[in-house]
């Protein structure tokens, strides 16, 4: 089985081959065309060269199309947005930005976050996105998940039960500029609800530095309550 179906990025038709037929998906690849494997039952795991695989056609719907047109001509998906913020993935225009604000010691360079942002978002479809202010279309700050590594230093959750089943870790940095107008607290709202619906996350944990005392403020509005 082959079809070609269309995604539209930025105004422009980009054709998504969505196949079965692993052959086909190679030959679409090499040419440098954007791809979805069709999930066959007797096709091997170690079998399909395509990054995404689908069990049904019917799922590649037009925000899908979208996200593998833009995954693979190297654009920044749109998550989600709120009244006054787009989260979005992080693009090389922001890398500047994320470096002199001290974002995240593994972003410090731009050399780092370009291999974050090419590898980590195709593994996980998550990580930290970009906060875009949408009346000046500057960059804000960063907002977003990272899979938690230990529980030793998380000081605020949701529910302290049961810690390590479906739990995402928040991050929030919103730059000094545009403190004080709400927008970490709205980010972090439309970040947690998309991780609910996409996800199925069901907890959620900030890991903040004792004496950051707007962080935790932030994570109290939000809804956190300290882990004992």
Known sequence: MQEIRYAMVDGEKVPVLISDENEALQAAKAARRAIVGLWREDGKENEWCADTLITDVEDADEEFLERIARRHMGLPWTICETERLILREIAERDYEEIVKNHVDDGLDTAEKIAGYTKHHYEVFEFGFWAVEEKKSGNLAGVVGFR?????????????????LDDTLELGYHIFPEYRRQGYAKEACLAAVEYAKEEFGTVQFLARIEKDNIVSKKVAERLGFVRAA
Do not use: A, G, R
Not at 147 to 163: A, C, G, M, R, T
């Open 147 to 163: 899979i938690p590594q230990d529980v030793e230093d998380w000081l605020l959750s949701f529910d302290d039960e049961n810690i």
